[in-house]
T-cell receptor, first 115, second 112 residues
Framework: KNQVEQSPQSLIILEGKNCTLQCNYTVSPFSNLRWYKQDTGRGPVSLTIMTFSENTKSNGRYTATLDADTKQSSLHITASQLSDSASYICVVSAGRGSTLGRLYFGRGTQLTVWP | DAGVTQSPTHLIKTRGQHVTLRCSPISGHKSVSWYQQVLGQGPQFIFQYYEKEERGRGNFPDRFSARQFPNYSSELNVNALLLGDSALYLC???????????FGQGTRLTVV
């Protein structure tokens, strides 16, 4: 069964601190893995997208890693800001070549940054 | 350049009514997907359309239907609304199904 599991479910950190969010998946065939940030009541916004051959990708203070062997990914946020408070969703796309991919979503990690 | 646009942004309906949600993809994108997101959970896949054909359907009842028009915009229709249909409905567009998906702001549907 294709699944995406995220941990922790929620996280509270102080402004300026770092944090790491985890994602485990069982989606097959794997196409790519994406991390999205979603503010409450808004659509998700893409942070990173990684294919099978990529181990790490950065986007400003966000760094995502991917271990395709263990089917694990992490999102590291450096020097957190109040505006980082949001839900972070791990999304895995299934499909190969020209096959249309279907997206499998985790439930998200709700991050709250306190001043 | 406009992103994915969805309309309306908010909607209140009563049980038993039907609703039509609309999505305009990014210019040049031919794939549109619909998702339902219940509060506190991740989005659940409803439909995927590519080049005006249905290419995927999630585990939703037949009350849910969709279509894609020649200009690649899309509509999601839900009949006989239930209280449990209350959710944020998201539309995502991509140039193909495996490329990066861009999401609209969503339509917040409340069924009372």
């Amino acid at each position: 069964k294709n699944q995406v599991e995220q941990s922790p479910q929620s996280l509270i950190i102080l402004e300026g601190k770092n944090c790491t969010l985890q994602c485990n998946y069982t989606v097959s065939p794997f196409s790519n893995l994406r991390w999205y940030k979603q503010d409450t009541g808004r659509g998700p916004v893409s942070l990173t997208i990684m294919t099978f051959s990529e181990n790490t990708k950065s986007n400003g203070r966000y760094t995502a890693t991917l271990d395709a062997d263990t089917k694990q990914s992490s999102l590291h946020i450096t020097a957190s800001q109040l505006s980082d408070s949001a839900s972070y969703i791990c999304v895995v796309s299934a499909g190969r070549g020209s096959t249309l991919g279907r997206l499998y979503f985790g439930r998200g990690t709700q991050l709250t940054v306190w001043p | 350049d406009a992103g994915v646009t969805q309309s309306p942004t908010h909607l209140i309906k009563t049980r038993g009514q039907h609703v039509t949600l609309r999505c305009s993809p990014i210019s040049g994108h031919k794939s549109v997907s619909w998702y339902q997101q219940v509060l506190g959970q991740g989005p659940q896949f409803i439909f995927q359309y590519y080049e005006k054909e249905e290419r995927g359907r999630g585990n939703f009842p037949d009350r849910f239907s969709a279509r894609q028009f020649p200009n690649y915009s899309s509509e999601l229709n839900v009949n006989a609304l239930l209280l449990g249909d209350s959710a944020l409905y998201l539309c995502a567009s991509s140039s193909s199904g495996i490329s990066e998906a861009f999401f609209g702001q969503g339509t917040r549907l409340t069924v009372v």
